[in-house]
Nanobody
Framework: VQLQASGGGLVQAGGSLRLSCAAS????????MGWFRQAPEKEREFVAAITWSGGNRYSADSVKGRFTISRDNAKNRMYLQMNSLKPEDTAVYYCAAVTMNGSGWYKGEFQAYGYWGQGTQVTVSS
């Protein structure tokens, strides 16, 4: 499956952005999906994940209550609605996919994901 993230940009603290991840090449609903981010000189960090059906969602404590992951299997897309953005949310955001029988993905283990998009930059100014 090929993934392409979009929707990043520059926003003031307290603002909102909606990231989108477009999937192609394989049946999108065969994959659990996740969002990760990486700030300069920092390790890649788990943000949120969602099951193939959208029935279960997981998120990092740092974004709980502010970010919402969702997907539309009919449109082959996954989304990350980001509200109440903070400067510390500044990073390149990546979408990733893992097959339905994968393990560890919902715990945020990035090694569990076999497919990655190219990333989209999110910059939050104070």
């Amino acid at each position: 499956v090929q993934l392409q993230a979009s929707g990043g940009g520059l926003v003031q603290a307290g603002g909102s952005l909606r990231l989108s991840c477009a999937a192609s090449g394989r049946t999108f609903s065969n994959y659990n999906m996740g969002w990760f981010r990486q700030a300069p000189e920092k390790e890649r960090e788990f943000v949120a994940a969602i099951t193939w059906s959208g029935g279960n969602r997981y998120s990092a404590d740092s974004v709980k209550g502010r970010f919402t992951i969702s997907r539309d299997n009919a449109k082959n897309r996954m989304y990350l609605q980001m509200n109440s953005l903070k400067p510390e949310d500044t990073a390149v955001y990546y979408c990733a996919a893992v097959t339905m029988n994968g393990s560890g993905w919902y715990k945020g283990e990035f090694q569990a994901y076999g497919y990655w998009g190219q990333g989209t930059q999110v910059t939050v100014s104070s």
